[in-house]
């Protein structure tokens, strides 16, 4: 196992040891698995929490800051944090206007945030849920009852984000969430497993020579394996499977995501052709991001996201953020 570790039983807590040290504008509490935004609670302001398991870098540590989350709870590698750590997360953020929970739909992420979101009702804390399930590949998987959450949960992280940092009220917030998740779909393409620290060996069998067409983000299977595809007909692929159950009226926010070990050059040279495809369909590119953002440790590949925006969301967007992954307007 070729991995820049100690040892596996103690990833998670030395990888926010070192974010800690990185990035003093955070909170990170290690022992109890907690990164928060330092100036929290802002006054006036809802706050947004989110987490998941970790090895989906920079999702959801990274994207903690002013314009984005409140805080974050990761969980050990591929698992999710458990209820306490939410709670603790609502705590440490809620200024009064109430707490948001993004939630991508896997079913350990759900019974958790779900029981936090009662346990923190309890001690006072008001709790709107939205629920990320944008991924088109397939309907139920080994982790999920539906559709997976995967990229769109950047689209409503930051869009929502933006809507809080503003001083809508929670119901405003919550609603344009859920705008934002009902106007994105994603669909995503594996060359290569990935490979957890603690088993040290790939979490699944791609064969030489072959791609998994709908992958999940902890390498569950997709819709079909097929030999190596070119770029371009990847992209068609992919896009085509997007549109199906997208029908877009308007502009969309395009995200060309890498799953952990694609290059960007590699990356950009298949937004090339997502963007081809989009203007064969007809459909109107306003904003792209290209790069690894929802990854899946360090398994090669890559999703399409596709968010429709009308001008609020797309001005939501285009708000000053300032994270550890995501920086821009101040």
């Known amino acids: 196992m070729r991995m820049l570790i100690n040892v596996p039983e103690t990833v998670v807590a030395d990888a926010l040891r070192g974010m800690a040290a990185a990035h003093p504008e955070l909170t990170v509490d290690v022992d109890n698995r907690v990164v928060v935004r330092r100036d929290a609670p802002v006054a006036g302001k809802v706050a947004l929490v989110s987490g998941g398991g970790s090895g989906h870098e920079p999702l959801h540590a990274g994207f903690v800051g002013p314009g984005m989350l409140s805080a974050a709870c990761p969980g050990e590698v591929f698992t999710s944090p458990v209820p306490d750590q939410m709670v603790r997360a609502a705590a440490a953020v809620d ?19 779900d029981m936090a979101a009662e346990l923190a009702e309890d001690e006072g804390v008001q709790v709107a849920k939205v629920l990320v399930d944008d991924d088109v590949a397939v309907s139920g998987s080994l982790y999920t009852a539906g559709r997976r959450g995967t990229g769109a949960t950047l689209f409503v992280e930051k869009i929502a984000g933006a809507a809080a940092d503003e001083g809508a009220p929670l119901a405003r917030v919550e609603a344009i969430a859920r705008q934002v998740v009902a106007g994105s ?7 290569g497993a990935c490979t957890t620290p603690a088993k040290g060996s790939p979490t699944f069998d791609l064969p030489p020579g072959e791609l998994e067409l709908g992958v999940g983000i902890h390498g569950e299977p997709g819709r079909e394996r097929r030999p190596m595809m070119t770029a371009r007909e990847i992209a068609d692929f ?3 499977a ?7 009226q308007g502009p969309v926010l395009v995200l060309v995501n890498g799953m952990g070990a694609t290059p960007l050059l590699e990356l950009y040279g298949f937004n090339a052709e997502v ?19 929802v990854t899946s440790l360090d ?7 596709l968010c429709q925006v009308d001008e609020e969301t797309l001005r939501l967007w285009d708000a000053p953020v300032r994270t550890p992954a995501l920086r821009w307007g101040r």
Request: aromatic share 8%; glycine share 12%; proline share 2%.
């Open 95 to 113: 200024s009064g206007e109430g707490v948001l929970f993004i939630v991508k739909n896997y079913t350990g992420d759900v019974l958790n945030f």
């Open 238 to 240: 992919a896009v085509d």
């Open 275 to 293: 963007q081809r495809v989009l203007g064969e369909r007809g459909v109107a590119v306003a904003r792209t991001l290209v790069g690894n953002y």
């Open 299 to 305: 398994m090669a590949g890559c999703s399409v996201t």
């Open 242 to 248: 997007v549109l199906a159950d997208l029908d877009p």
């Open 185 to 191: 779909r994603s669909f995503g393409v594996a060359l």
